[in-house]
């Protein structure tokens, strides 16, 4: 009798330290109940956000590479969006992606291409030459606001890049019409009358360098 | 005669039904064929904008994005927080170069921004320079993404998330650079040519910035000519 207590004690006391009893895993109920929260864990918590908290990337340094004084006088800004996509056939397996691309345009003039004596005052007559319209930032793309559409298997680096720089070329086109030029040199003309009349000047005349 | 054109009538509708399924088919077919043409549909929306801005400083920026995904889940159960650790890593990084402008906004400026008197001396007020990020890329050959083997991808949609964030933090980091300053003095290197050529001697030109005002920063040189020319 004392030694059946004992064992019992002892049972207890094991149970109370072990969350996990013999018994328990000798029965094959522990082990279907385990598998379950494996699966549960693996096909939906493994990755699940925390709605309390926003994922946020780390603090990292902004580093400057490079540092450039410019004149470039901006008259015309075209905000524009294209879509491309893309669909890479390999032996098994297709590839998809579908991205819609911002950028903006900006058609000016760019001073340091001007003439020597591109602005020419006599009396109460300016005469101003003013360089072509062009882009003045080629790059034109925002990356960071690209937005992805549609997405499917294995997309790699170089044809991300191709894609992005279809979408430049596209908002190039878009940009370099005839029809924005005019608009732009029309503005830069408004704005340099503007500025010699303020300045005392009569007559003010503007053409554009060829 | 009237058997025989019932009879023809059957055949007639029997005919029209063995044409129905088919026409469907073709129909779900040609659907099909025009689905698959849209997808080479080009979306372009431009919005222009009358501007007059004077680019004055560029700065080119690399930065590095880096993501650690939580190592663990929490949650509550019965309100007793619990903390159930996810085993192996996920961590992303995504360099990005981008182009930063500083500009000043001509499309307010009149006559009132222009003082002048007889002597030849000339003050123009121009705005404060403003900053913008005028273009970006993603590096994607250098675009990593470390995952054990328990943990899933990154999906478009986070990367997009962490590249937004990646965009305010570099133009929250421009503010404490020197690019405005950078911007007054290129302002002055750009608009004292002109104002030379309009005939005004280097000496009796003042360009200042609406903030500098309203700070009284620099003032004794401006008060002066300020006064002459009231006088």
Redesign the interface.
Known sequence: MASTRKKTNTRRRSSSKNYVTEEMVRSPWFWVGLVILGLVYFFFLRDKKDDTKKATIDDAQTCITSIKEISEWEFLTLQLEEFVDTTINKKLSTAQSAKIYTGTARLGINTKKANKNWIVCEGNKATITLPAIEILDKAIVDDTQTRTFFEEGNISATVKEKMLQNAKRKMKATASKKENIAIAEKNAKAEFKNIFTALGYKTVKITFKE | MAKNDMDQIFTRNKMKKGLFLPSIILCLVLFSCSKNKE????????????????????????????????TA???SIFSEKIS?P?PGD?MLVIP????I?A?ID?SQ???D??V?DNDGK?IITLPNPQIV??????D??N?KQYLSW???KFT???K????????A??LA??AH?DIID?SR??AF??IQP??I???FSPENIIIRFSDEIEKNKYSEQTIKLLTSIEE
Not at chain 2, 46 to 57: G, R
Not at chain 2, 133 to 138: E, V
């Open positions: 997808k080479g549909i080009e979306t372009v929306i431009p919005a222009i904008v009358n501007c007059s801005k004077l680019h004055t400083a560029q700065y080119n920026v690399h930065k590095i994005l880096t993501y650690k995904d939580m889940i929490e949650g159930i996810i996920r990005i170069d981008a182009t402008r500009y001509f400026f009149s006559k921004n222009i002048m000339v990020l005028s273009s970006a890329q993603i994607y050959k675009e328990n943990r899933s478009s949609e986070e997009e998330e962490f590249i937004k964030q990646g965009r933090s570099i980091s421009m650079s950078r003095t290129s290197n750009t002109i104002l050529s309009a005939g």
